[in-house]
C-alpha cells in the first residue's frame, strides 16, 4: 500500500509559476513509476508527466518545455515545477504511484492522492 498527499495548488495568472509537492509513504521502495494526472472540468483525466524509478521521465506534448518532475528518494517527494502556465493547464492535479506486482488477482496496482487545484486565470 502507498499512501499520497499532494500540496501546492492554487491560483495563479497566465505565465506565472507554480510548484506542487506529493509526500509518499507506506511500501514506496516498490514504486516503479510515478507521475501527475490533470483533470479539467467536465474532461476525463489525462496524464501530465510521469518518472520511472531509473529516472527516466516522460511528458504530455502539452506541458513539454514548461513543467518539469522530479522525485526525491530521501525525502520520499514527487514535485512538479509548473512554468509559463496558460489557463488550459486549470484543473485538480492527482499524484499517482504504480507498482508492477502480481497479487491480489492484478499485476498493476495504481496508487492516487485526494488531488490538488491549480487554477490559472486570464
Keep these: 500500500q502507498v499512501q499520497l498527499v499532494e500540496s501546492g495548488g492554487g491560483l495563479v ?3 506565472g509559476s507554480l510548484s506542487l509537492s506529493c509526500a509518499a509513504s507506506g511500501s514506496i521502495a516498490s514504486i516503479n513509476i510515478m507521475g ?5 472540468p467536465g474532461k476525463q483525466r489525462e496524464l501530465v508527466a510521469t518518472i520511472e ?3 527516466y521521465t516522460s511528458y ?7 513543467f518539469t518532475i522530479s522525485r526525491d528518494i530521501a525525502k520520499n517527494t514527487l514535485d512538479l515545477q509548473m512554468n509559463s502556465l496558460k ?3 486549470t484543473g485538480v492535479y ?3 504511484a504504480v507498482i508492477y506486482r502480481w497479487y491480489s ?3 498493476r496496482h495504481d496508487y492516487w492522492g ?3 487545484q491549480v487554477t490559472v486565470s486570464s
Excluded at 36 to 40: E, M, V
Excluded at 60 to 66: L, P, W
Aim: hydrophobic share 20%; with cysteine.
Design 87 to 89: 489557463t488550459e493547464d
Design 36 to 40: 501527475w494526472y490533470r483533470q479539467a
Design 13 to 15: 495568472q497566465a505565465g
Design 105 to 107: 488477482g492484478s499485476y
Design 53 to 55: 524509478s531509473a529516472g
Design 94 to 96: 492527482y499524484c499517482n
Design 60 to 66: 504530455a506534448d502539452s506541458v513539454k518545455g514548461r
Design 114 to 116: 485526494q488531488g490538488t
